[in-house]
């Protein structure tokens, strides 16, 4: 019993200096004014410049800070996306270019995987 004790007072010792030494998570890149990232989705705005229900794909003009060059962002679109026009549930052939909307994804596999997609109403 005398032996136990210190055998498990220096484990205790060692695994505490182990915890302590883990590095820090890595900074975050910082993401575009009109990008935001919440529990692993990254949400966007822009205009629709292409849809191909064929192919699953979707390519957005996205949204960027005043004075901020715009670029094209592609998304796949599959079976499990939601899109909500308006608040009707639509489909990517029904999204047409100039289109405003608003894309929450992941990325997998190098991927943008399109979670939902919410289309704002024409004024």
């Known amino acids: 019993m005398k032996v136990g004790i210190p055998m498990l007072a220096a484990a205790l010792i060692v ?13 975050p890149t910082p993401m575009e004014p009109s990008q935001q990232s919440t529990a692993g989705l ?9 849809s191909d229900a064929r192919s699953n794909t ?7 800070a005043p004075g901020g060059a715009q670029s094209d962002m592609s998304f796949v679109v599959g079976p499990d ?14 999204l047409s270019g100039g289109d405003k909307v608003t894309v929450n994804y992941k990325t997998v596999a190098g991927k943008n995987m399109a979670v939902s997609i919410g289309v704002e109403p024409a004024v």
Do not use: F, W
């Not at 990254?42 to 292409?50: E, L, P």
């Open 81 to 94: 996306t939601k899109i909500l026009k308006g608040s009707k549930k639509a489909s990517l052939a029904e």
């Open 42 to 50: 990254t949400m966007t705005k822009g205009q629709v410049v292409s």
């Open 58 to 64: 979707l390519v957005v003009k996205i949204d960027k």
């Open 15 to 27: 695994g505490s200096i182990a915890v302590a030494q883990e590095a820090p998570p890595p900074n």
